[in-house]
């Protein structure tokens, strides 16, 4: 396999994860502007998108196939794990 087919097949695979990151990332600061969050937009869009990509990444191990809805299921449920920790309120004490 040619160096760049190798790149656009893993650009193809670590493109969801990337994808839904940003969007959900954006669209939760834009429905929950009056919550205080624990980080910086692009922050949590990098952390979503490596976590995410690890994610795929074990998907594809684990079933040896790319693209199975059991890995794309745990990839929303990370991300919306993530959103979750990042939009909690800091307690008051």
């Known amino acids: 396999m040619a160096a760049s087919a190798f790149v656009a097949h893993l650009l193809a695979l670590l493109a969801p994860a990337w994808g839904v990151a940003v969007l959900s990332t954006g669209l939760a600061r834009l429905v929950f502007r009056r919550r205080q969050w624990r980080m910086r937009w692009w922050v949590c869009a990098l952390a979503g998108g490596l976590l ?7 998907g594809l191990v684990w079933t040896g196939e790319d693209g199975r809805m059991a890995t794309y299921t745990a990839l929303i449920a990370v991300q919306a794990l993530l959103l979750s920790l990042v939009m909690q309120r800091p307690s008051r004490q």
């Open 52 to 58: 995410g990509s690890t994610v795929l990444l074990a």
